[in-house]
């Protein structure tokens, strides 16, 4: 789960060296300094002609990176927690390195994605390290399916269960990799994709490593990136990683945690939805007719003479399909209330549960006879216990807690069971309680018209301090808020057609340059196929690139490289996107992003809220919704000089009494109604350059 800064990949000239102790202030943990200590050696790293100063664009000095720095080495020095929202611009990456990698003793530093740890990890660290001359060690944690696995490589080689010729030579290539690779990290195989599926066959999971038990055990590339973890004074990971650990205790987190002194969390706006899907609890059709299947594999080989294994495993396999088949084929949503009393749904899963109960009386007797039956014997109790969490009262229903949620999510061919926390505070909180140390909760967007109690709230840090440093950014000079006149209501049919001719023109003024925002992958097909038509008419030369095309870093590379191009994209574009300069020039957002009305997590909230005298729309529907849209606004202005306009295409920003609340929580733009304001905008783009 680790690289050292210096593993294979990593840009050597660039960094300096790796030296195995922290610097002496940080050795014996945080630094307890009085208020403001560090303000002169932040001020001095910062300001013009300082080592950073260049680093950091024209703006230097930036008075909120340097304010923000100073506020986070105080929490660090304190021991205390601090929420820190820095608009677009303001350098919040360097505010938080300085003070971490001077004075915050043993850091954790957690983001939003895989790719910006990489970021940080290959980049802005290295930088900053560089630039203050600091003796940290830092490694990069990563999940234990980044990694090559020893025992299920030999395991795939001997089985030999390819089914494709491509599968047999990316399998060939992990050969030859794990003879050379000093960290196993499938990151360095450029040669195999990282989403081949070969990949699932030769890594382990929390349920298929042998642990202690495997004769590779002492080789284990995930043991020795915990141990390096372990040894580093600075350990980047990022959400997924941090939570999936604190709720099943198997990242390699919960090793560091105790000696951890500070706990960074970047893109912090995405913790509660991160916290709730591992604090929740999910069991699938899938994951059974998967254990089925391992179950008859180990069966076969350590057991042919005990019991009929085939028999064993299809009446459980029956009874995982049959339970799939009491819905209809469509994907959907449905909460347990929805689930109607007379539906086969609860007898089919009282079937379920009695053939895996069945099945593990089985593998119990038969554990003894090899190490992996009885590690496919523990799966199996796992799940059971997952599903025994849909209990029924006498009269056959399901019975939900007050706590959480349970609702269903048909897929085509799986059904997954959820139990979900109505909040997460209560566990989050738990976790902060015991060792003092320093938490920073930082993002662009986390508060709402300079109000953080939505967040506050959700991660259980109600009167804990927030502060807010504005963009250097010249808004009003830079961008222009454009919601056009006559659009329908957005649930009126013919809605995003009529988004798409209120767009046509703008696009055309802006000579392509343009991410289309939809909060829908039905409005990224719509509106798709129609600007391709629609070009091919007018004659208008913009590549369209389009979500699910292409891989997303790809369709970015693609999008930039070509200059003019229109991006059509849902959520996975509506933040961590960054694309500077004249090649993004107008952002299209074709409503406002409200959770989806029938979301079972989100109705069972807001129903809790509405019995506590709260209005669910306001306190909850209304908040997710700015943060989310501010988070796609911020893809517009991404530099000094960037020019550009948001049209917010959704009438309700004008129309309903919350708008208002909604246009003040985005950055200052110049705002406008008209066609003829944003085509004038654009007019400097269109005119020859000199």
Known sequence: MTDQLLAPGAPRDALPAVLPQALPEAAEGADTAPAGKHDAEVDRLFSAGGPLAPSVGSFSPRRSQTEMAKSIAQAIADQSTLIAEAGTGTGKTFAYLVPALLWGGKTIISTGTKNLQDQLFLRDIPTVRAALKAPVSVALLKGRSNYVCHYHLERTLQNGRMTSREDVGNLREIS??????????????????????????VTSTRDTCMGAECQYYQDCFVMKARREAQQADVVVVNHHLFFADVALKDTGVAELL???????????????????LFFGQTVSTSQILELCRDVLAEGLAHARGGPDWAKVVTVVEKAARDLRLTFPQDIMRLSLAQIMPSSEFFPALNTLKEKLAEMIDVLEDQAARAETIEQVRVRAVELAA??????????????????????????????????????IAPIFNNQREGTPRSWIFTSATLAVKNDFKHFSNQMGLTGEPAKTWPSPFNYEQQGLLYVPNGLPEPNSFGYTDAVIDSALPVIEAAGGRTFFLCTTIRAVKQVSERLRDEFAKRGLDFPLFVQGERGRTELLDSFRNAGNGVLVGSQSFWEGVDVRGDALSLVIIDKLPFAPPDDPVLAARIDVMEKQGLNGFMHHTLPEAIINLKQGAGRLIRDETDRGVLMICDPRLISKSYGKRVWQSLPSFKRTRLQEDVIAFFKPLQEPQD
């Open 258 to 276: 105790p000696s951890a002194n500070t706990i960074i969390f970047d893109e912090a706006h995405q913790l509660p939805d991160t916290a709730t």
């Open 176 to 201: 030859r990799f794990i003879k050379m690779t000093t960290s196993g990290d499938k990151a360095e195989l450029a040669k195999v994709p990282e989403n081949a599926l070969i990949w699932n066959l």
């Open 386 to 423: 997952a599903l025994d969490a849909w209990k029924q009262d006498g009269k056959g229903k399901v019975v939900e807690g007050d706590q959480a949620v349970l609702w269903v999510e048909a897929f085509s061919s799986s059904l997954q069971l959820h139990k979900t926390p109505l909040s």
